[in-house]
């Protein structure tokens, strides 16, 4: 039995221990969500540290497989395998125990609201002897003044008649008094009583939620501590496997699986020569070398006396089971003489004709080569396939084939000339002709102007294909600097891809979209868009020309970047957001810059540092002008060079296409940004819906959201569309919206909206349709905004050397798919 701490602590002069005992029994609830929201991130951590082992996994499973050293790999995939799948069970296992602490914050809830319904006389009784304690110091008080009042006039000397009233007072003061106190008697005894009661209440349903967290946590504890335990079981059992992996059995693995044989060249004597038998021999004998074609009856002076077969090398270095089986034993061998001429099997020269594949009345003429017919048997599919299909429809389905890779139409082929460089693209994401939501379905697939873009799936470093004869190779490398390898690119998170711009589609061309005039503070795009990533490659500025630039002067460039937010909102829990931001970095060069590169055989290397790169979850050069150089590049940045004869081909071609442009945008990456679920969304959304046969009720909760943004700035162009059918007749909306009856469908167009915005950018959009064939079908919800002066992820340029100045930098980023469903 524990002490009765609050029936001996919360007693005091005001009385107020039951309004301390009543909120602290409230501040439980608050303990329990808090303890929830731990072991969730908990459960969060260990699933993805679980992830990044099973990659680490698979990553030692494509290590080489050749060496001595290989088996090794196998124990390193196991061992790590099976700790990816500890600390999975253990966010599985947390996973369930929130479920379980979710009952006790439904039950605690009761618990508490039945208690307020039992203390309520408690209560009642509190403020009656606060409310008579104080009546009853007041009336002591008047008492006091009263007494004193009389006492004085007698003193002095008063009449009688002042006397007398004064005495009246007194002695009402004396009566009032006596009454607060003998209420004040009452009460204090009720509430004595009652205090003791609920103190002791109190502290039974304190006990009662510190045990239940207390069996919480010991869950949490022993789930922890299996996981260290499964954890050391499967280090010890990896320490064993390295120790019986010895030396020696590595060695004997490698001889038994690509040894090439044990027997030794035997020994050759002098022999004389017989000249009647070598005689004998020297004579011509009919017959038909081993099938090659073109050759006569030349001896086989390469091939061996022995025409054993080893079964390893039937393959040719193939994996096995890449050309199907082949049986040694029964394969259709020719046999040899003894001086190692083919040996014609008789047969009937009927039967020839027919089984024959080619089939000529000339089959014996020594002359005609013999042919073949070659089956090679094709590449069986594995079961990897159906699971990465599988693994795409889900992507799919889940973010709505959101992606960034290099056009694949657009790469540059092998016997592709550096003229062709310069072909303008097409929009590489749905545009908007009319700056209209109404005009987008928000869950057809985006419209790629043309191209085919892959999945871009984090892969690492792999060669790069060298380009052919007359494609554009980088340049040696300044003197200061380490020559960087052409056939490869490095860096962590780099993928090499072959990227440049695709060709023009044939549908309608694109607005141009200049970056900026180099000396002007101009917009980066008059044409706003869904879509961040519409800027073209060769963008076209039609200003006045441009300061004639001379060769020694630092030659002016500006540079965009451009972000598109993708995001996927699932009711009202923020962990079912799935968030995808990628970004376009952009160089804008003046037209006299061209001039100034034809005109000097060696122009300045043109090199920048990527800043805060350590944001990024992957980076594409664009690898045709840009190369990486790791030398130069640290954690939170990656160092980049020009190929100047690519980079001066390409803009020459640009000028010869569009003569009397000023200015000429060029991409030079992409990159995806890394991001942290709802916490990177600008706006935060939750929808509801509510629908019956006769009206649907949609709510739309949003909030903006600074913490998502570099340096935060307002979102601008808010809409927002909602797809309702059920034969809608009317529409009552809060604010007020545009209804397409054609189309069935909503757009609200919102203020722009920053942390100075009413309710600091929060906000709600209330609508309610009236039907005919009702009920509605809750349907998915787009938005489109966008942003000026400022990027999501923080990205910047720096230039490196002398040569280049920078004079202009723009930022903007704006949605792609922004979707909601309740």
């Given at each position: ?187 204090k005894s009720e509430f004595e009583q009652k205090m003791a009661e609920t103190a ?364 598109s937010v993708n995001a996927y909102f699932k009711g009202a829990d923020p962990t ?247």
């Amino acid at each position: 039995m524990i002490t009765p701490y609050f029936l001996e602590n919360f007693w005091g002069e005001k009385n107020n221990g039951f309004d301390v005992l009543y909120h602290n029994m409230k501040h439980g609830q608050i303990s329990t969500k808090e303890l929830t929201d731990f072991i969730r991130e908990r459960s969060t951590i260990e699933e993805a540290y679980a992830r990044s082992m099973t990659k680490l996994a698979k990553t030692a499973g494509n290590f080489s497989q050749l060496g001595t050293f290989a088996p090794v790999w196998d124990v390193f995939k196991s061992s790590t395998e099976k700790q990816a799948g500890c600390h999975m069970d253990l966010a599985r296992k947390l996973q369930e125990l929130i479920k379980e602490v979710q009952k006790y914050i439904e039950e605690q809830a009761k618990a508490h609201k039945k208690t307020k319904e039992e203390v309520a006389p408690t209560l009642e009784a509190v403020q009656n002897i606060q409310t008579i304690s104080q009546s009853l110091q007041k009336s002591k008080e008047n008492y006091n003044a009263k007494t004193v009042e009389q006492e004085r006039l007698r003193k002095e000397g008063a009449t009688q008649r002042d006397v007398d009233k004064a005495g009246v007072k007194a002695k009402k003061a004396t009566e009032a008094y006596k009454s607060y106190v003998e209420k004040y008697a009452n009460a204090k005894s009720e509430f004595e009583q009652k205090m003791a009661e609920t103190a002791q209440k109190f502290q039974d349903i304190e006990e009662n939620h510190i045990l239940q967290l207390k069996e919480i946590i010991r869950s949490y504890s022993e789930y922890v501590e299996e996981t260290h335990v499964q954890i050391g079981e499967v280090h010890k059992e990896f320490v064993r496997n390295i120790e019986n992996t010895s030396v020696e059995s590595l060695i004997q693995k490698l001889s038994e699986s690509k040894g090439t044989g044990k027997e030794r060249p035997g020994p050759i004597e002098f022999e004389e020569c017989n000249a009647a038998v070598a005689t004998e021999g020297a004579k011509p004998r009919k017959r038909i070398p081993f099938g090659i074609p073109g050759r006569r009856k030349d001896k086989d002076t390469d091939s061996t006396e022995s025409t054993e077969v080893e079964a390893n090398n039937t393959a040719n270095g193939a994996p096995p089971g890449y050309y199907g089986s082949i049986d040694i034993q029964n394969a259709n061998v020719p046999q040899v003489d003894a001086e190692g001429f083919c040996i014609r099997p008789e047969v009937n020269e009927n039967d020839a004709k027919d089984n024959s594949f080619y089939s000529s009345s000339d089959s014996d003429d020594e002359d005609e080569p013999r042919k073949f017919h070659v089956q090679i048997k094709p590449v069986q599919p594995n079961n990897g396939t159906h699971h990465n299909r599988a693994n795409i429809d889900e992507l799919k389905a889940s973010i709505g084939n959101i992606i960034l890779s290099p056009s694949t139409s657009g790469q540059m082929r092998r016997n592709q000339s550096s003229d062709e460089l310069a072909k303008s693209r097409g929009p590489t994401s749905y545009e908007l002709t009319n700056n209209d939501l109404l005009s987008l379905d928000p869950l057809s697939p985006p419209q790629l102007g043309g191209a085919s873009y892959a999945s871009a799936v984090p892969v690492p470093n792999r060669p790069i294909t060298p380009l052919a004869t007359g494609a554009l190779m980088p340049p040696p490398r300044p003197s200061s600097r380490p020559k960087l390898p052409t056939a490869k690119l490095t860096g962590i998170n780099e993928i090499g891809r072959p990227f440049s711009p695709p060709k023009t589609s044939s549908a309608s061309p694109p607005p141009t979209a200049p970056l900026a005039r180099a000396e002007s503070s101009s917009s980066l795009s008059s044409n706003a868009s869904l879509s961040a990533a519409n800027t073209p490659t060769v963008g076209t500025s039609r200003g006045p020309s441009p300061v004639t630039l001379a060769s020694q002067d630092a030659l002016p460039i500006a540079v965009a970047f451009t972000e598109s937010v993708n995001a996927y909102f699932k009711g009202a829990d923020p962990t079912k957001c799935i968030v995808k931001i990628t970004g376009d970095m952009t160089l804008s060069f003046p037209m006299g810059i061209i001039k100034v590169f034809t005109s000097n055989p060696s122009p300045a290397v043109l090199t920048f540092k990527l800043k805060n790169a350590s944001r990024l979850e992957q980076i594409l050069p664009n690898v045709q002008l840009l190369h990486s150089d790791p030398s130069q590049s640290d954690s939170d940045s990656k160092s980049f060079w020009f190929n100047m004869q690519a980079l001066t081909s390409y803009l020459r071609k640009s000028s010869e296409q569009n003569p009397s442009a000023s200015y000429y945008n060029v991409d030079i990456l992409k990159y995806q940004v890394q991001s942290d679920g709802i916490h990177s969304t600008p706006l935060n959304l939750a929808v509801y819906w509510k629908c019956t046969p006769s009206t649907t009720d949609l709510r739309v909760d949003y909030r903006y959201n600074p913490e998502s943004m570099d340096s935060p700035g307002s979102l601008t162009n808010v809409q927002v569309l909602v797809p309702v059918d059920g034969g809608v007749t009317n529409v009552q909306s809060l604010p007020n919206s545009i209804w397409s009856s054609e189309q069935n469908k909503c757009l609200w167009k919102l203020s722009d909206l920053s942390s100075k915005s009413e309710n600091e950018g929060a906000g709600s959009i209330r609508a309610k349709f009236d039907l005919s064939n009702g009920p509605s079908n809750p349907s998915t919800l787009a938005v489109q905004f966008m942003s000026e002066g400022s990027t999501l992820s923080g990205v910047d340029m720096e230039l490196q050397g002398s040569g280049y100045r920078l004079s202009l930098s723009k930022k903007r980023f704006a949605t792609g798919r922004y979707m909601a469903d309740c």
